[in-house]
C-alpha cells in the first residue's frame, strides 16, 4: 500500500522509525511536507509574512497531490505540550483531503480530545493503538 505520513513537524524526529517500519511491512512511504527541513515555516515567519504565507499555501496544495498519489494517510498523534494524541490545524486539512478523496486514513493513537473530535471520528479513520501491523 502506498502511505503519506502525516504529522506535526514537532514529530519529524519520530518518522525515520515508522517509515522503516513500514516498508519492512511491504508498504510505499511518502514523507511529510517540509520533512527535510521542519522548521522552515518559523524562519519565513520571522524573516517576511508575505514570503511565509505563499509558501503555506504551497505546502496545502502539495499535500493534495500527495494524497492523490497514494491509497491512504497514516497521522502520527502524539503527545505535544501536555495534549494527548495532539492533531494540529495542518494534520486536521491533510485528514479532511483524505476524507474527501475517500483515502483510507489511519490514526497511529486515539482520537485527541480537542475541537476536531467529532470531525474526526465522523470521518471514521482506523485507530492503530500503536501497532502499524494494523495498516492493511
Excluded at 36 to 41: G, H, L, V
Amino acid at each position: 500500500m502506498k502511505i503519506f505520513i502525516c504529522c506535526s513537524k514537532h514529530f519529524y524526529d519520530k518518522v525515520k522509525p515508522v517509515k522503516e517500519e513500514l516498508e519492512k511491512n511491504g508498504h510505499e512511504v511518502t514523507l511529510p511536507n517540509s520533512f527535510e527541513d521542519p522548521y522552515k515555516e518559523e524562519k519565513l515567519k520571522q524573516h517576511n509574512l508575505k514570503e511565509h504565507a505563499a509558501w503555506k499555501a504551497s505546502m496545502l496544495r502539495l499535500q493534495e497531490e500527495k494524497i492523490k498519489k497514494n491509497d491512504a494517510i497514516l497521522v502520527l498523534n502524539f503527545e505535544k505540550n501536555g495534549m494527548k494524541n495532539y492533531i494540529g490545524g495542518a494534520t486536521f486539512l491533510e485528514i479532511f483531503k483524505a476524507f474527501e478523496l475517500k483515502k483510507k486514513i489511519f490514526l497511529l493513537n486515539p482520537l485527541p480530545d480537542n475541537v476536531f473530535k467529532d470531525e474526526l471520528s465522523c470521518m471514521s479513520p482506523v485507530i492503530l493503538n500503536g501497532d502499524l501491523s494494523g495498516i492493511e
